[in-house]
C-alpha cells in the first residue's frame, strides 16, 4: 500500500512537473513560411544565384551532373531512364522532382515500365562549371550515387534445357 500524499506535497509535484515542460518560450518569434523555388524566381528572375538559393543540394547535384554539360538547342539534350536495366536512386529521383517542380526541366513517360524522358528547360551550364570546380577543388561534399542497378528475381528456364535428365538402365 503506498502511503497517501498531503495537498502541499501534491501542488509541489504538480508545479515540478509544470517546469519541467520543454518547449518554445512564449517570447518564440513566429516561424517563417517556406519560400517556393518558384516564388523566389518570380520575385529574382531565373540565374545561377536564385537557382542556389531555391534548390536543395540534391537538385543542384542532379542537375549539375545530367545537365550540366547538355546542348540547349529545342529537342537535343534530353536524359531518359528506361528503368528495365537502371533507375535514379531515391536521392536523385527526389532531386529531378524537385527540378520539374521548380519549372528548370520538363518530363514527359517514355514505355510501359515507368520510364520518363526529362529535357531541361533552364541552362544548366553555370551550374554544372561551378560543381565541377567544386569536385576538382575536393570540396564537393559527400557522394550522391545517381543511379542504382534494378535486380529482377531469376526467371524459371524454357524450353527443353530445363528438363531433367533421363537416368540411363
Known sequence: MTPRKSKAAKKRTVK?????????????????????????????????????????????????AWFGMMPMS??????TFHMIECRPTARAQAGLDELVEAGLISVEPFNQYGGFVYKPI????????????KVLAGNAGDPLPLIEKITLPPSPAKGRHNR??????
Do not use: C, Y
Open 74 to 79: 529545342p529537342g537535343k539534350g534530353q536524359l
Open 122 to 133: 533552364w541552362n544548366f551550364e553555370p551550374l554544372g562549371e561551378k560543381w565541377m570546380r
Open 16 to 64: 515540478v512537473v509544470e517546469d519541467m515542460k520543454v518547449g518554445p518560450p512564449a517570447s518564440a518569434a513566429p516561424k517563417r513560411k517556406k519560400v517556393t523555388a518558384a516564388e523566389i524566381f518570380a520575385k529574382e528572375g531565373v540565374h545561377l544565384g536564385s537557382v542556389e538559393k531555391a534548390l536543395s543540394l540534391d537538385a543542384q547535384r542532379v542537375g549539375a
Open 164 to 169: 531433367k535428365p533421363k537416368r540411363k538402365a
